[in-house]
């Protein structure tokens, strides 16, 4: 590397006033036939390039590849400019200001700036839909197009105000200029706008640019199978490790609707595996979590609810909720435990609503991931029937899953086994991949089994690491409600063993 001896700026091509000269030879090109020599050689041929002559400072020719992140490593100030801002920014008035609201946001280290509408806030002129997070606050200012104004970079207050006189804008440079609170102005044409901050004392005011950058259209990164997930509902039961995995995963792939049932309430020991993080210590898992997927996508319709499937409720709150799941499009079981898989694969078969769950054994050595679709797989109680015949035919003690719960369990030696975050992370995606899969409505599903063991370690029926297992199950239980309606004989009987004869019933009604 070659630094100028008092580390100040001698060139274009150089990492900052006091950082290295960019030459020839550099990380990305290096050999180490390079001698020092040949530095010196390089950093002579830059500045002779750079100066042709004594009047004269030219840009030498670059190798650099420009990249929108390398650009604004040192821009703490950020304005996001979409298309439909640009559009409206275009049939704004020349050189006529327009009042401007702003939100502002800190993220990564830098202050983003969006647009967030014209006019004044009672009755705004547009208003943008521009899809915000959380933690922003408004700013306000000007917006006035300039036609032809060009970037200006950073500058001082002399010259925005001699700019703005120039243009006619004296109005506008009092309010700005002489005032004493701060304020923002958004200036340029087309697709060419800057944003200024103004603030300090009236007799002292300073100017703070931020860096537009131009929001590119929305690539297609969903796979166009999935356009049909924003409008399907699915329910989960279990916000913890896989659940919460789970849901997260579904909202990124365009599911619109979810109904989370549990609780729980998430503790710092369960940010190990879980989507929700340290800030949700002391909430209620289904809200906390609801709250998350309104971060990934803040128009989805997402419903939470405080109860334990099976637990002790009242009969309407859990009436309530099995009416609600039955109106799912698909329904998924996070919990690894009976009573919640019951009720679940009760509401499954009788409303013909798809079922699909995730069991994580202990210690991590591998899970289960398994789907019951209505006609076509074994309703949801038979089908575990048959994956515990299948795990038990395997020859091999059967006891990975009793703990799951706690995703621990002991070697016979003594040592813990604990599942880690990635094993739980595997198995809620392969669950995820089910649940996708269900719900786009392929005509032919990507997987041709009903039920998947998936192995982590060398244990149990694994002969090594990632080791799957299909298993085919057999449909054998009928789908649906399966009431037998009573003859009328049998009706009779019923009539007469639990009311009154009507003699007697006739007696009684007399005496009364």
Known sequence: MIYTADRTRISLHQYGPDGELCLEHRPDNWRPSKTGADMVASCYNLLVEERPDAERTVHAHSAHVRSL??????????????????????????????????????????????????????????????????????????????????????????????????????????????????????????????LFWIHGDAEKREIVSYTTINIPSADDRIPSAFSVLPKKKVGIVGCGSVGSKIAASLCRSGVGQFLLIDDDIFFPDNVVRNELDITDTGAHKSYALKDRLLEINPVGEIRALRLSLGGQESASTMVGALEALADCDLLID??????????????????????????????????????????????????????????????????????????????????????????????????????????????????????????????????????????????????????????????SELLKEHLLPIEDADANSSST
């Open 69 to 194: 992140g390398r650009d604004l490593r040192s821009s703490y100030c950020r304005l996001l400019i979409r298309d439909a801002d640009l559009e409206i920014l275009a049939k704004l008035d020349q050189c006529r200001p327009e009042v401007l609201s702003l939100y502002e946001r800190h993220a990564g280290s830098a202050v983003i700036a969006s647009i967030a509408y014209l006019g004044e806030k009672d009755a705004p002129v547009w208003t943008s839909d521009f899809i915000l997070p959380k933690g922003c606050t408004d700013s306000s200012g000007y917006v006035v197009r300039i036609p032809e104004s060009g970037k200006m970079g950073p500058i001082n207050i002399e010259r925005l105000t001699t700019f703005l006189n120039d243009k006619g804008l004296c109005d506008l440079v009092n309010t700005l200029v002489h005032a004493q609170e701060s304020m923002h102005l958004l200036v340029g044409d087309q697709d060419n706008w800057e």
């Open 334 to 491: 996070a919990t690894a435990e009976s009573v919640a898989f019951n009720m679940l694969a009760s509401v499954s078969k009788r409303r013909k609503v798809p079922m699909v769950w995730a069991l994580v054994f202990a210690g991590g050595i591998g899970g289960i991931v398994a789907r019951a679709r209505p006609n076509i797989d074994p309703v949801p109680n038979d089908a575990r029937g048959q994956i515990d015949v299948w795990c038990v035919d395997r020859g091999k003690d059967w006891n990975c899953g009793r703990d799951a719960t706690r995703y621990s369990g002991e070697r016979p030696d003594g040592k813990p086994m604990i599942a880690s975050d990635a094993e739980v992370s595997i198995i809620a995606s392969h669950a995820t991949r089910f649940a996708v899969d269900i719900l786009a409505g392929a005509e032919e599903s990507n997987f041709p089994a009903s039920a998947y063991v998936i192995g982590f370690s060398r244990d149990w029926i694994f002969e090594q690491p990632f080791d799957t297992w299909p298993i085919n199950l057999q449909c054998k239980e009928q789908w649906g409600e399966t009431l037998d309606p009573l003859s009328e004989e049998e009706l």
